[in-house]
């Protein structure tokens, strides 16, 4: 069974940093892209960032780039978001998605929560 | 990025079909065979019901369908059903390593 377990979300200040880490259980890791899509509490859903297999191919929304770094690690099946100048408009739920290919979603976790609020 | 559109609602009735439409462009949903549709039932994760514009996923009712029209992808639901009621999204591939959501069609059964 599929289990991506999401973590590191929680209450930040502006301008501030935070690392969400996803683990990924039930599927070999290593031969799937993965992505991090938010969700705004009331708000539709927005891609985020997308890495391949190898990481040779990463891909980022423009209303996150030069801001957020996607990366994964995988002898350790985790994949990572790094979220630096946080801004009050990336508060959402942030969910952690494996890819059917690089272009869509199968599997889905539940999602952390990250509040960005002074 | 360009932005994907759907309508904000859409209704119907028990055993009915409904069609939900994603408008995007040239350079998104008109180039590439890579829409995907998402149903999300109120405080749960999205599902996969169509991907590459419209293979359906083992598992996913053949109630479910998709096809695709220019620069319109759409979904249709037949003989609707009540667990059917949810929020709808299209994705689709938009050149690069870029992907992008539409803002959704809530489903009401009526």
């Known amino acids: 069974e599929v289990q991506l377990v999401e973590s590191g979300g929680g209450l930040v200040q502006p301008g501030r940093s935070l690392r969400l880490s996803c683990a990924a259980s039930g599927f070999t890791f290593d031969g799937y892209a993965m992505h991090w899509v938010r969700q705004a509490p009331g708000k539709g859903l927005e891609w985020v960032s997308g890495?391949?297999?190898?990481?040779?191919?990463?891909g980022y929304a423009d209303s996150v780039k030069g801001r957020f770094t996607i990366s994964r690690d995988n002898a350790k099946n985790s994949l990572y978001l790094q979220m630096n100048g946080l801004r009050p408009e990336d508060t959402a739920l942030y969910y952690c998605?494996?890819?059917?290919?690089?272009?869509?979603?199968?599997?889905w976790g539940q999602g952390t929560l990250v509040t960005v609020s002074s | 990025q360009s932005a994907l559109t759907e309508p904000a609602s859409v209704s119907g009735s028990p055993g009915q079909s409904i069609t939900i439409s994603c408008t995007g462009t040239s350079s998104d949903v008109g180039s590439y065979n890579l829409v995907s549709w998402y149903q999300q039932h109120p405080g749960q994760a999205p599902k996969l019901m169509i991907y590459e514009d419209i293979n359906r996923p083992s598992g996913v009712s053949n109630r479910f369908s998709g096809s695709k029209s220019g620069n319109t992808a759409s979904l249709t639901i037949s003989g609707l059903q009540a667990e059917d009621e949810a929020d709808y999204y299209c994705s689709s591939y938009a050149g690069g390593t870029t992907l992008m959501f539409v803002g959704g069609t809530k489903l009401t059964v009526l």
């Open positions: 890495i391949s297999w190898n990481s040779g191919t990463i």
């Open positions: 998605v494996k890819g059917n290919n690089y272009y869509d979603f199968d599997y």
